[in-house]
């Protein structure tokens, strides 16, 4: 006959603590089921932005996270305890299933056993894009432009190529994007145009309907990177809004900021016009994420939290 010994309290506390130092132990895989990752909006298209919503399983000092072959930083919102960051899909990205990995930093020490790390897959579909050919006619020197025009695209295409790689990890955005004016759009993201019968590249923004000297809004808060005159962009302001994010804005007739001037959403930055490579006085507007242009038009519909907290640049 076997007999069962009693289970003292000393007995039952030493098998708890060693059930409980493995499931500790586990880290990372204990608590996958816990992450929440949500991205808006629910269907990600090639060219459009998105922003990641993440509510890891415990806090933590900071998140950062790949998409893409983009390195992303996120901010924290202490009123809904999530981690945010604005992203984006690249115009040329092929229809697939993507993963976005994220890499935490705990509130314990900084040894490796402090970072948690999770994935999930997120679908990219094909987006609709008008293919409509635009025919305008501009000046011969923006089509065949001489040497010593040629040497000057030049020197604005090093500018935007130092310029509009820029990554700057804090967010200084705060809430919706809002349109720069209020006016009817005369040519959409994604269309192709023909410049005096020669196909150029799909057009990487919005055209607004405006005459020139009309006031042109910050479309959110920022600091403005650029803001001088380039060959084919004519007078031009580049405000970044943190997290890679920047809103670009073409042809203006006069500026109303300088390279450096931190800007709140319906500042104005400028006045609008016809400089550069322009039929005719309009507003050319375009976001650019991490290198990649997205659609403007899908980032004004993209619904965003509204964060108190401002950065400020050294």
Request: hydrophobic share 35%; aromatic share 8%.
């Amino acid at each position: 006959m076997i007999q069962r010994l009693p289970r003292s309290p000393l007995v039952f506390c030493i098998v708890f603590a060693l059930v409980a130092s493995v499931s500790l132990g586990a880290g990372p895989a204990a608590s996958a089921a816990n992450w929440s990752v949500h991205a808006q909006p629910e269907t990600l298209v090639n060219g459009g932005p998105v922003l990641f919503q993440i509510k890891p399983p415990q806090g933590l000092k900071s998140l950062t996270g790949t998409w893409l072959g983009h390195e992303i930083s996120f901010s924290y919102d202490s009123g809904s305890k999530n981690w945010f960051a604005l992203a984006g899909v690249g115009l040329e990205t092929s229809p697939g299933s993507y993963s976005i990995e994220l890499t935490g930093e705990t509130n314990a020490d900084k040894s490796e056993s402090a970072r948690i790390s999770f994935s999930r897959k997120f679908s990219i579909t094909r987006a609709k894009y008008p293919r409509i050919a635009v025919k305008l006619n501009v000046e011969g020197k923006f089509t065949e432009p001489s040497p010593e025009q040629q040497k000057e695209i030049a020197e604005g295409q090093e500018i935007k190529k130092d310029y509009l790689n820029r990554v700057t990890a804090q967010r200084e955005w705060s809430g919706k994007f809002e349109t720069p004016v209020e006016a009817a759009i005369s040519d959409v993201f994604g269309s192709v145009r023909i410049f005096n019968g020669k196909s150029s590249s799909p057009h990487l923004g919005l055209d607004f309907r405006v005459p020139s000297g009309t006031p042109v809004e910050a479309m959110n808060d920022g600091t403005v990177l650029l803001a001088r005159p380039l060959y084919f962009e004519g007078n031009f302001v580049v405000i970044d809004h943190g997290q890679g994010l920047l809103t670009l804005y073409l042809h203006l007739s006069e500026f109303k900021v300088k390279e450096g001037d931190q800007v709140k959403r319906g500042q104005v930055v400028g006045l609008s016009g016809g400089t550069g490579r322009a039929t005719g006085p309009h507003l050319h507007v375009a976001v650019r994420w991490q290198g990649t242009y997205l659609d403007p038009a899908r980032l004004l519909s993209l619904p965003l939290p509204s964060i108190t907290t401002r950065v400020t640049r050294d």
